[in-house]
């Protein structure tokens, strides 16, 4: 009888101990998902053959996993790119119909809505910010009566009690772990918030004016230095990572990269590397980073099942003065037109790299339409979870692409842009239509500048991209089927509230007139 019940327990010992290695073999990948701050397509070098910037680390990334070379955020700007990657929701479907947040501007997301870190939260991840917020959250304020701007200036930040807790802020959209600043790097104010609360009271107010390196005059905290900053987010990404690498939970951890974008701070020993500019010695540097956060993948142990997304938010802003490099022969934007705030190809079409050893076959490459709201879709799909009608309403899943020789394609008919003016274009396989006439953003013609030239020229703009991905050659008046078509799916995008196939949705309500969608009424009126 001993002999019998010592058999049981040895052999319920050794099931339990296989159980629990295969539940770990089997368990959900670790995400890191790294976003730069205004990096051009053109500026990595695996995505540009005559690109002048060597970005030595994400071509081995590249050359490891995935490339897509049809990659698109869903806006040229920051603000709404985040929005979009975190929900899976078209940003304009926000009370944000054109331009970017401050620093002291309020919450956009609502804590209401799923997020990718509540989604995986829910699902025993452990998930954690580091870096440029840009979604607004609620500064504790002195008054609860604000009569200060909206945070373009010194003055405006004269309310803020930067002692108090700071609400509505990555925590409470599903972070674990959350430490970043308010805006981009040139927008005050210059403190950084752990968890809602500010690491270090402002005690002094700073500025910057050089021709690469300035930034707005604001209130800054004693251990804010803004040349540390992207070396501050990778250290304590590497920190995070090797530390979560030895618990039985899988997690996320979103790296928001302030940069390149003005501040174009590289160090001292990456000044003068590119032989280009600030602007490409900051680019070499940030892919030195890269290099040192695989690294610290690989010893921790966990490369094979971790996947690690490189992106930009959008395409490369004219701050980093475009026409200098491209005097010395680098191009940003690459072969296409525009850059940041555009709605042309060269403000949205970005860098897009994935790396998943477990399910990616090195040097694949994908020529597939994308979206940066994807990426919901996709984390759901891989852990199993149905998305509800209100959420990820504009997401598809990727995974499907991730196999090289698939032949499988993304169930996405169509993906919609958005440039800085909260200008509309649609792209159907190689057609796109834009809404406006120039722009839409800061390079000619743009709605600001050359408003005499603009009414001119045609109302919409039709594009070729498989014979004319410059986007030159305006085909609208020869292609008037296409126009309508395209318009015709656009307006059922915008008034069905979502994009992917589901239940109609509401976009979130304004008391304010979207002239941007004038067009829609057109239609109403002529029908």
Not at 76 to 90: A, D
Not at 207 to 222: A, I, Q
Not at 306 to 321: E, H, L, M, R
Not at 329 to 339: D, E, F, T
Request: aromatic share 10%; charged share 25%; net charge negative.
């Amino acid at each position: 009888m001993k002999n019998s019940i010592l058999v049981i327990f040895v052999s319920l010992s050794l099931c339990v101990v296989a159980c629990t290695k295969v539940e770990k073999e089997q368990r959900q990948p670790n995400i890191i998902y790294v976003l730069a701050d205004d990096m051009g397509y053109g500026d990595v070098s695996g995505l540009n053959p005559e690109g002048k910037i060597k970005t030595l680390y994400l071509d081995k990334m590249a050359n490891q996993g995935m490339i897509f070379t049809d990659a698109h955020t869903s806006s040229s700007v920051c603000t709404p790119t985040r929005y979009g990657i975190l929900t899976g929701r078209y940003n304009w479907r926000s009370k944000l119909k054109s331009g970017v947040l401050t620093g002291k501007s309020k919450a956009l997301i609502p804590t209401s809505r799923k997020t990718v870190a509540s989604m995986l939260e829910n699902h025993g991840y452990e998930t954690a910010f580091i870096g440029k917020w840009h979604l607004g959250w609620n500064w504790g304020l002195k008054s609860p009566i604000d009569s200060t701007g909206a945070g373009w200036n010194k003055e405006d930040f004269e309310n803020i009690d930067f002692s108090r807790q700071v609400t509505n802020n990555p925590n409470d959209l599903g972070f674990n772990y959350a430490y970043g600043h308010s805006g981009s790097l040139d927008m005050a104010p210059y403190v950084y918030v752990e968890n809602g609360r500010v690491t270090a009271l402002p005690d002094t107010t700073t500025v910057n004016t050089g021709k690469y390196s300035w930034w707005r005059e604001g209130p800054t905290g004693s251990d804010f230095i803004h040349k540390d900053v992207t070396p501050n987010f990778f250290r304590r990404a590497n920190k995070y990572v090797a530390e979560k690498a030895g618990e039985d939970a899988p997690f996320f951890l979103y790296l928001a990269l302030p940069s390149p974008h003005t501040p174009i701070l590289p160090t001292k020993e990456w000044q003068g590397k590119s032989g280009l500019n600030p602007y490409g010695d900051f680019v070499m540097m940030i892919d030195a980073y890269m290099g040192q956060l695989e690294k610290v993948i690989k010893e921790a142990g966990i490369e094979e099942n971790t996947i690690v997304i490189f992106t930009s938010d959008n395409g490369c802003s004219p701050a980093a003065k475009i026409d200098e490099m491209e005097e010395k022969g680098h191009k940003p934007s690459y072969i296409y037109r525009g850059h940041k705030a555009d709605i042309y190809e060269g403000g949205h079409r970005v860098p897009f790299i994935v790396k998943w050893p477990a399910k990616i076959e090195a040097t694949s490459m994908s020529n597939q339409t994308i979206c940066t709201t994807d990426l919901m879709a996709t984390l759901a799909d891989i852990i199993g979870y149905s998305l509800k009608d209100n959420e990820g309403e504009d997401s598809y899943s990727m995974l499907s692409l991730f196999e090289q020789n698939s032949t499988n394609k993304s169930d996405r008919k169509a993906i919609v842009h958005h440039s800085i003016n909260g200008n509309f274009a649609i792209r159907k396989e190689k057609w796109k239509l834009i809404m406006a006439p120039g722009s839409g953003g800061w390079s000619f013609p743009n709605p600001d500048n050359d408003k005499e030239i603009l009414v001119t020229m045609p109302p919409v703009q039709l594009y070729d991209l498989e014979t004319d991905p410059g986007e030159k050659y305006n085909l609208q008046a020869k292609n008037p089927e296409i126009v309508a078509e395209l318009k015709t799916l656009l307006i059922k995008y915008i008034l069905d509230g979502r994009s992917t196939p589901g239940k109609p949705q509401q976009n979130d309500s304004i008391d304010f007139e979207w002239k941007q969608i004038e067009f829609i009424k057109a239609v109403s009126h002529s029908d």
